[in-house]
């Protein structure tokens, strides 16, 4: 089989970049800031300061891992602190969704671009503390890396550009993904617009794209197009997913089997 033509489009949050705990950090000093001094919960202002390993045994950074996956863009991480600041329970995307709209679109506004800012200026005091919060994950990194060429690779992320720039110059794959097609958060709120714009870009049909995702809401959205895809297991998404995408015909991708799913046996064409 001719794979010339057939391109492996990738989320880069929780598919190549294990960047949850750099989320969780920057979300909560962005929080913290525009509540004010004594804004939000006491405990947090320790968080803040925790170390790394403090941060990933702390309830409530094991709480905000189990909303990541109901949320889309920045702004939803304000979502995700405030239900539990407010000890709410949400789990369901419709219970998210309706906590979100009662934050208000000014806040949520604020917070988004006050999230990058603040990301900006940590990225730039301290880079090195920064790049440590945002591991790749290795193996499917080295897959990437192993199978470049078999596929055409492109990026479709809600992320900031500059951080992405940095982190696949940091995870030695900078040189696998062509400028024109990494497309960041500019490209909209909507996965669809990312998959549009590189469907234009490579001119391709839909059908000759795979979409890699750890969000089910973000395939269910493009599934439509005609766009095959995937769900990453080891990404920011739980069982409840999991099992969801299997029930809507998703492949639910684990590292050992990803090869075989993308890319069928090694040297296949």
């Not at 617009?193 to 490579?202: K, Q, V």
Request: hydrophobic content about 45%; overall charge negative; aromatic content about 10%.
């Amino acid at each position: 089989m001719n794979r010339e033509r057939e391109v492996l489009a990738l989320d880069f949050d929780g598919v190549i970049s294990d960047s949850a705990l750099e989320t969780f950090v920057v979300a909560v000093r962005t929080y913290g800031k525009l509540a004010g001094p004594g804004g939000h919960h006491p405990a947090w202002a320790e968080i803040e300061k925790a170390d790394s390993q403090a941060i990933l045994s702390h309830p409530t950074y094991q709480e905000f891992l189990g909303l990541m996956p109901l949320g889309n863009r920045a702004e939803e991480f304000a979502v995700a602190l405030a239900v539990i600041e407010a000890g709410v329970s949400v789990e369901e995307q419709v219970d998210f969704d309706r906590f979100r709209e009662g934050l208000g679109a000014e806040f949520l506004a604020n917070f988004h671009a006050a999230f990058y800012r603040e990301r900006s200026a940590f990225r730039r005091a301290d880079p090195h503390a920064w790049l440590a919060l945002v591991a790749p994950f290795d193996e499917f990194v080295e897959l990437l890396r192993r199978r470049a060429g078999d596929r055409i690779f492109a990026l479709a992320t809600a992320k900031d550009r500059a951080s992405i720039d940095l982190l696949l110059g940091a995870y030695g794959v900078a040189d696998l993904f062509p400028d024109r097609l990494v497309v960041d958060k500019e490209a909209g709120r909507s996965k669809r617009a990312h998959l549009a714009l590189l469907r234009e870009r490579l001119d391709v049909a839909f059908e000759q794209i795979t979409f890699v995702d750890d969000k089910l809401n973000h395939l269910e959205d493009v599934a439509p197009l005609g766009v095959r895809c995937a769900l990453s297991g080891w990404g920011y998404n739980g069982q409840r997913e999991r099992n969801a995408a299997v029930e809507r015909g998703f492949p639910v991708l684990d590292l050992a089997g990803a090869e075989a799913v993308l890319f069928g046996n090694p040297g296949e064409h």
